[in-house]
Every structure is written in C-alpha cells, then in structure tokens.
C-alpha cells in the first residue's frame, strides 16, 4: 500500500518562475493538508483540503500561492512568480478522516529559488 | 510564539542510555502526536494520544498525555543509534492542522 507520494523531490526555480507540487494521497484518504519548513524553522500548516473544497487557508500567504485538489488527480500546491524567501521544504500530509489527526506525510518537494 | 515547547533542543547520549523528550503548551489540544523525521524525508508517525493520562508503549518507546491534554513525553530506554533523528511533537489544533513544536533533534553515539 504506497504511502503519499510527493512530486517532484526536488524543484529549483528562478525568481519570478512558477512552481507546482504534486502530492497523491494514500489510498482511500480523503483529506489532504500542506505544510512548509523553512530552513532553521519547524513545519507551519498551510492549507487543508477535501476533495474539491479547501477547508482551511489561514496558514496560506495572501499572495501568489494557491491550492486545489480536484475530484482527479492529485493536490496541487502552486506558487507563482516565486521568491528567494519561498525556498523551503514543502510537506503533504493526507488522513482518512477529518479532525486533523493520524496525518501521514510525503516525503515532500525541496524547492530552491534562484 | 510557539504554541508547543519541546525540550531539549538538542540530545547527545551514549548507545544503552535512557532519555526523555517534553512537549509542553499552556492550550488544551484534542488529540497529539508524536512523529521521527530523518534529514531529507517527511516526518515518520509514531503514536497519537487522545485521553489525557494515557500512555502508549511502542517497543522501547513510551509515550504519555498529561492528564489536562497539555503536555506529553516522549521517554526512550536502552537508546540505540538507529534511534537518531528528529522528534516532533505535533498537537490537533481546532480540528483542521497540526500545530508542530521546533523540534528535539537526538543522537545516539555507538
């Protein structure tokens, strides 16, 4: 049974470029989250969804980023005209059900920007 | 400001050592977990408390809720190297994410 899976493991960027992370959830989970750790910081929540509804944006900058997880395919994390400062580790968690507990992460997507 | 406390930071001991890891917050949360982290990966799921007192053993591994949900420990006997790594301490927050602490970043030397 694969785990959640992250593509791609790692991502470099020049200032300005967009990025995309992909993540599929573990099979049979419905629910999806995405977390950032920035070098020398701990993992900060970013955004909860469920399938073709996000739930809960408040760790999501204002700006340039979004998220969608549709009814196929898998979650997309998107970071448009990307900066120095949004190089970081981007993780995907995903559970079966809701309450934000029993989280399984991905092994995540290492964006550099240049 | 952050909501989970983990001590110590950092952990140095011999192989055959006992340890343990705090994770301390002055909010109730519903439910908490205790995750590994290896450089380069995601964070590994160890163990979820929910009821506060309780207490789950994983191999040489305990893990114990305080009894008002604010607090948790992580306790290690007979370390091993391949206990290495990086402990987080996360908490369910309003149901929707995970508030995670800075982290505990251990080594075992052999």
Sequence with gaps: ?114 | TQLLEQSPQFLSIQEGENLTVYCNSSSVFSSLQWYRQEPGEGPVLLVTVVTGGEVKKLKRLTFQFGDARKDSSLHITAAQPGDTGLYLCAGDWHGNKLVFGAGTILRVKS
């Design chain 1, 1 to 114: 049974n694969a785990g959640v899976m992250q593509n791609p493991r790692h991502l470099v960027r020049r200032r300005g470029q967009e990025a995309r992370l992909r993540c599929s959830p573990m099979k049979g989970h419905s629910h999806v989250y995405w977390y950032r750790q920035l070098p020398e910081e701990g993992l900060k929540f970013m955004v909860y969804l469920q399938k073709e509804n996000i739930i809960d944006e408040s760790g999501m900058p204002k700006e340039r980023f979004s998220a969608e997880f549709p009814k196929e395919g898998p979650s997309i994390l998107r970071i448009q005209q990307v900066v120095r400062g949004d190089s970081a580790a981007y993780f995907c968690a995903s559970s079966l059900t809701s309450g934000g507990r029993e989280q399984y992460f991905g092994p995540g997507t290492r964006l550099t920007v240049t």
